[in-house]
């Protein structure tokens, strides 16, 4: 329900713009700490605890990635955010202290990344609902496309921003960078986005009953179910090969790590021009669109294995136009679809199994590949994928979504 006057145009739109740009800040000072964080990690503790410090963020955001799905639909999404972003910049603040005062060790590392999944699994899922609080639902694919470019376009630059002030000033220069990044992103919350779309709230009396009434929703409505279903398979197909997959590829051909950043870099270019392709032509059936483009990423995952540099490059080329098309349908299709009154706690199922089964999928590509080979690894995948976008591609929940 529209609260006074209709927004403007997106272009002219400040509310709008706002958003964006403090999502850009968001990934670039994001990117910039998980560099410096890597960094920091591997010089200054052993291999094993290096990787613990790196992954364990991802422990407290899957416990408590429902429970902010619940606080998404419950609460103002928008103070939920800026509480976030907050605690987060605390945190850093905190963390760069301690760290000049000679707490420059795991313990200070750990503290950061258990507190940033523990603001992450909480907030992560108002991140949707306030995107339909000051949206139009007709700007829903323009804007989440908007954002993808930026955010994208931001971690190419944070990346390499977050290897030079660690190398310059250490993990306390990062530290403050991101810190900041997150203040500005909760002052222009706070001063500038404001709601235009009164949501539904969940006004159960027990938490409990916000929870089951949300995977109620998800067993009542078959569209909501096929997109979790449809958004969680596709990064288990996606992330073991671009990642695990092609890092195997350039290491048993002996082409070099060069060429592991360039065929990186042409699956980051090829996301930015599919998202820019995907705003500027938007398909009557965006979702059903966006799964067909899918089988054709499916095709581009498999080239990957391919034991020629020409054809893994294009494989990855591939996988990062047919992502950024898709991406952009997806978010927008998945946003009209879902009742306002779930989106939280909807969107937090999608994430919870992204981050349970994508680290499961890495290990299964690791032992196909060493038992068969990386072609075979990476075929297997890519037309499993393919295979499964077809069947999505062709469900009548999903064929007539806008």
Same mark, same amino acid.
């Given at each position: 329900?529209?609260?006074?006057?209709?927004?403007?145009?997106?272009?002219?739109?400040?509310?709008?713009?706002?958003?964006?740009?403090?999502?850009?800040?968001?990934?670039?000072?994001?990117?910039?700490?998980?560099?410096?964080?890597?960094?920091?990690?591997?010089?200054?503790?052993?291999?094993?605890?290096?990787?613990?410090?790196?992954?364990?963020?991802?422990?407290?955001?899957?416990?408590?990635?429902?429970?902010?799905?619940?606080?998404?639909?419950?609460?103002?999404?928008?103070?939920?955010?800026?509480?976030?972003?907050?605690?987060?910049?605390?945190?850093?603040?905190?963390?760069?202290?301690?760290?000049?005062?000679?707490?420059?060790?795991?313990?200070?590392?750990?503290?950061?990344?258990?507190?940033?999944?523990?603001?992450?699994?909480?907030?992560?899922?108002?991140?949707?609902?306030?995107?339909?609080?000051?949206?139009?639902?007709?700007?829903?694919?323009?804007?989440?496309?908007?954002?993808?470019?930026?955010?994208?376009?931001?971690?190419?630059?944070?990346?390499?921003?977050?290897?030079?002030?660690?190398?310059?000033?250490?993990?306390?220069?990062?530290?403050?960078?991101?810190?900041?990044?997150?203040?500005?992103?909760?002052?222009?919350?706070?001063?500038?986005?404001?709601?235009?779309?009164?949501?539904?709230?969940?006004?159960?009396?027990?938490?409990?009953?916000?929870?089951?009434?949300?995977?109620?929703?998800?067993?009542?409505?078959?569209?909501?179910?096929?997109?979790?279903? /449809? +958004?969680?398979?596709?990064? @288990?197909? #996606?992330? !073991? *090969? $671009?990642? =695990? &997959?092609?890092?195997?590829?350039?290491?048993?051909?002996?082409?070099?790590?060069?060429?592991?950043?360039?065929?990186?870099?042409?699956?980051?270019?090829?996301?930015?021009?599919?998202?820019?392709?995907?705003?500027?032509?938007?398909?009557?059936?965006?979702?059903?669109?966006?799964?067909?483009?899918?089988?054709?990423?499916?095709? /581009? +995952?498999?080239?990957?294995? @391919?034991? #020629?540099? !020409? *054809? $893994?490059? =294009? &494989?990855?080329?591939?996988?990062?136009?047919?992502?950024?098309?898709?991406?952009?349908?997806?978010?927008?299709?998945?946003?009209?679809?879902?009742?306002?009154?779930?989106?939280?706690?909807?969107?937090?199922?999608?994430?919870?199994?992204?981050?349970?089964?994508?680290?499961?999928?890495?290990?299964?590509?690791?032992?196909?590949? /060493?038992?068969?080979?990386?072609? @075979?690894?990476?075929?297997?995948?890519?037309?499993?994928?393919?295979?499964?976008?077809?069947?999505?591609?062709?469900?009548?929940?999903?064929?007539?979504?806008?």
């Amino acid at each position: 329900m529209l609260i006074g006057a209709p927004p403007p145009p997106v272009r002219r739109d400040p509310v709008v713009l706002t958003w964006l740009v403090g999502v850009a800040v968001s990934a670039f000072g994001d990117a910039a700490w998980v560099v410096a964080l890597a960094w920091t990690a591997a010089h200054t503790l052993s291999p094993a605890m290096a990787g613990v410090v790196i992954g364990i963020e991802m422990l407290p955001q899957a416990v408590l990635i429902l429970v902010g799905g619940v606080i998404a639909d419950r609460w103002d999404p928008r103070r939920v955010l800026i509480a976030g972003q907050m605690a987060r910049a605390v945190v850093l603040v905190l963390g760069a202290l301690a760290w000049s005062a000679g707490y420059d060790g795991a313990p200070t590392l750990l503290a950061i990344a258990l507190a940033f999944g523990v603001a992450a699994g909480l907030t992560l899922p108002s991140g949707l609902a306030l995107i339909r609080q000051i949206i139009d639902p007709d700007d829903f694919g323009t804007v989440m496309g908007w954002n993808q470019v930026s955010g994208r376009v931001m971690r190419l630059l944070g990346a390499p921003t977050g290897g030079i002030l660690v190398a310059w000033g250490g993990p306390v220069a990062a530290m403050t960078l991101d810190a900041a990044t997150f203040a500005v992103i909760a002052l222009a919350l706070g001063l500038v986005v404001r709601a235009r779309y009164r949501l539904p709230r969940a006004e159960h009396a027990r938490w409990r009953d916000s929870f089951t009434d949300g995977l109620g929703y998800l067993r009542r409505s078959p569209t909501a179910r096929i997109f979790v279903v /449809g +958004l969680t398979a596709l990064n @288990v197909f #996606v992330s !073991p *090969v $671009v990642a =695990l &997959g092609l890092a195997l590829r350039v290491e048993d051909s002996g082409w070099g790590p060069e060429w592991l950043g360039i065929s990186d870099a042409a699956l980051a270019a090829g996301a930015i021009v599919g998202s820019l392709a995907a705003i500027r032509w938007q398909p009557a059936y965006a979702a059903g669109s966006a799964f067909r483009v899918l089988v054709l990423q499916g095709l /581009g +995952l498999a080239l990957v294995g @391919v034991p #020629v540099l !020409p *054809v $893994v490059v =294009l &494989g990855m080329l591939t996988v990062g136009v047919t992502a950024g098309m898709a991406s952009v349908w997806l978010s927008g299709a998945f946003l009209k679809a879902v009742d306002a009154a779930y989106t939280g706690r909807v969107s937090s199922v999608t994430s919870l199994g992204d981050m349970t089964l994508m680290p499961l999928s890495m290990p299964v590509l690791g032992a196909l590949a /060493g038992a068969t080979s990386v072609l @075979v690894a990476t075929a297997v995948f890519g037309l499993s994928m393919s295979l499964l976008c077809l069947w999505f591609a062709t469900r009548p929940a999903i064929a007539g979504l806008a």
